[in-house]
C-alpha cells in the first residue's frame, strides 16, 4: 500500500509461526514495523528505535510481556501498548489494566482487529507528529520571511509561541527592520488570520485626528465632523490592530487606547453607546518605549498593558547571511513583477551586500535590489550594486543640503496666508486654520501682522 501510516510498530512474539505472518499483515498497512523474539530483545529495540505503538504477547521466554511492559512505562510513559495473549487469567489481566495498556487481543489473533486497535492507539501519536510538522512549516515559513541568523532566532522562537495566542505585542527595532512585516507574520499565523488586519502609522497623523481614527466618531461630534465614522478599532473586529510609531499616540488619548484594551469597549467620539470589540493589538516603535515612560511620554500602565510581550528585532548589519538570502528573496520577488528571470548575485556582490552597514536596513536592501534588478543583466556585480548605491547617496546627500522650514516659519507662513486668502478679515483667517480666536490674536501679535 502507498498511503501506509506513518508510524513505528514494534511488535513482539515468541512463536515463529504467529509471528512472521502477522509481522507481513502489519507492514502492509504501517510506514515501519519492528519485530522482538522476547521482552529483552523488546527493550533493547525500544531503547534504540523509540517506537510509537507495542504490540506484545504476554507469556514469553526469557522476559515476558508485563516485565518488558514495566521497564517500557520507565522509559517512555506514554507509549501506546497492545497485548495479545491466548490466557485469560484475571491476575494477568489486572496486571496489564495496572500498566495502563491501550488494548486487549485475544488469540488466534484476527489481523483487521489487531490493525484496527493499533490505528485507534496511534492517534494520539499521529496528532503530535501533525502539530510539530505544522509548527515546523512555520518555524520554515518565519524563517523564509525573516532569515534565521543568529541574531533572528529567538525573534522567530518568539513569533511562533506567540502567534496563537491572544497576547498584545510590542515590536522595536530601528527604522526600516520589518516591524509591519513581522506584524502581518504573526497574524497570519494566529486564528484570526481569516479576520482583518489593519494598519494604522501615528507618525504620519495630526495629533487632532489620532483618536477619531482609533475610536471613530459620530455625526457633528466636532468641526469638520459632518457624517458618522467608525474607528480603526471597529473596523479590526476579530481581527489584529497594527500600531505603527505607537510613542506618538498623544498622551491625552493613551487613557482612552488604555480603557479600550482592557475593557474591550469604548465610546467613539461624541458617542452615547459603547462598541463592544475583540481586537489583538501589535504595536511597533523604533524607540525605547520603557524609557519613554520613564521620560514621562508613554504612560507606564498602557506599556505594560501592551507589552505581554516585548520583541526586539536585530538591525540588518547584526544579521550576517540574512542579507544575501533577503537580497535573493527581493530579486525573485521584483524579477516576478518585471516577468523576467531573476538576475543571480556575483560573489563579489554578495560580499559587498554583506559588508556594507545598512542604515536604512531591510526597507534600503530592497530598494537597492529594487534598482540593480532593473538595469541588470543575468549576473549583478559587486560594481552594479556599488553605482546603484553611490547614485542613492548622492541623492540623499541633495536633499539633506536642502534647508528645512521651522514650525515657527511654516506657522508664520500659514497665518500670512490665511490673512491674504481672506482679505485681512481676521476672525475668518481664525476658521479657516481652525484656530481658536482669541490663540489667532495672540498669534498675529507675536508676527507683528
Not at 306 to 333: C, K, Q, W, Y
Not at 398 to 406: E, P
Not at 419 to 433: F, I, S, V
Request: aromatic letters at 6%; hydrophobic letters at 45%.
Amino acid at each position: 500500500m502507498d498511503d501506509k501510516t506513518p508510524i513505528t510498530v514494534l511488535y513482539v512474539e515468541d512463536e515463529p509461526d504467529i509471528r512472521k505472518p502477522v509481522c507481513t499483515a502489519l507492514e502492509m498497512y504501517f510506514e515501519r514495523v519492528l519485530v522482538a523474539a522476547n521482552g529483552r530483545e523488546g527493550i533493547e529495540i525500544f531503547s534504540r528505535e523509540a517506537p510509537d505503538v507495542v504490540v506484545s504477547d504476554i507469556r514469553m521466554p526469557v522476559m515476558d510481556g508485563l516485565e518488558m511492559i514495566k521497564r517500557i512505562r520507565s522509559l517512555s510513559p506514554g507509549t501506546p501498548v497492545i497485548f495479545t495473549t491466548a490466557f485469560t487469567e484475571t491476575t494477568y489481566l489486572l496486571k496489564a489494566i495496572e500498566l495502563g495498556v491501550s488494548a486487549y487481543i485475544r488469540k488466534p489473533l484476527d489481523c483487521r482487529q489487531l490493525i484496527e486497535a493499533i490505528m485507534l492507539a496511534a492517534i494520539p501519536v499521529l496528532q503530535r507528529a501533525e502539530l510539530c510538522r505544522v509548527i515546523q512549516r512555520e518555524l520554515n515559513s518565519l524563517a523564509m520571511h525573516l532569515g534565521d541568523s543568529p541574531a533572528m532566532k529567538p525573534v522567530i522562537e518568539q513569533a511562533q509561541r506567540i502567534a496563537s495566542t491572544d497576547y498584545a505585542i510590542i515590536i522595536q527595532g530601528e527604522t526600516g527592520v520589518g516591524k509591519s512585516h513581522l506584524a502581518a507574520l504573526i497574524h497570519g499565523l494566529s486564528h484570526r488570520r481569516e479576520l482583518p488586519f489593519i494598519t494604522l502609522n501615528i507618525s504620519s497623523l495630526p495629533e487632532s485626528l489620532v483618536e477619531s481614527e482609533l475610536f471613530g466618531h459620530t455625526k457633528g461630534a466636532f468641526t469638520g465632523a459632518v457624517a458618522a465614522k467608525s474607528g480603526l478599532f471597529e473596523e479590526a473586529q476579530g481581527g489584529t490592530l497594527f500600531l505603527d510609531d505607537v510613542d506618538c499616540i498623544p498622551l491625552s488619548v493613551q487613557a482612552k487606547l488604555l480603557h479600550a484594551v482592557e475593557q474591550k469597549r469604548y465610546f467613539p467620539i461624541g458617542g452615547t453607546k459603547p462598541v463592544e470589540v475583540d481586537v489583538r493589538i501589535i504595536a511597533a516603535s523604533n524607540r525605547d518605549l520603557l524609557l519613554k515612560t520613564q521620560e514621562g511620554l508613554f504612560r507606564k500602565d498602557l506599556y505594560y498593558r501592551l507589552g505581554d510581550l516585548v520583541m526586539t528585532l536585530p538591525p540588518l548589519r547584526e544579521r550576517g547571511d540574512d542579507i544575501s538570502r533577503l537580497a535573493r528573496f527581493f530579486l525573485n520577488d521584483i524579477a516576478r513583477e518585471l516577468k523576467r528571470t531573476p538576475p543571480r548575485l556575483a560573489p563579489d556582490a554578495i560580499m559587498e551586500l554583506c559588508q556594507y552597514q545598512w542604515p536604512g536596513n531591510i526597507r534600503e536592501l530592497k530598494s537597492v535590489m529594487k534598482r540593480a534588478a532593473l538595469f541588470a543583466g543575468e549576473v549583478i556585480s559587486a560594481a552594479d550594486l556599488n553605482n546603484v548605491m553611490k547614485n542613492a547617496h548622492q541623492a540623499a546627500s541633495a536633499a539633506s543640503s536642502v534647508r528645512l522650514q521651522t514650525l515657527e516659519e511654516l506657522q508664520y507662513q500659514a497665518v500670512k496666508t490665511a490673512l491674504a486668502a481672506t482679505e485681512g478679515k481676521r476672525m475668518e483667517a481664525a476658521r479657516l486654520l481652525d484656530v481658536e480666536y482669541r490663540k489667532f490674536k495672540r498669534m498675529l501679535d507675536k508676527y507683528h501682522l
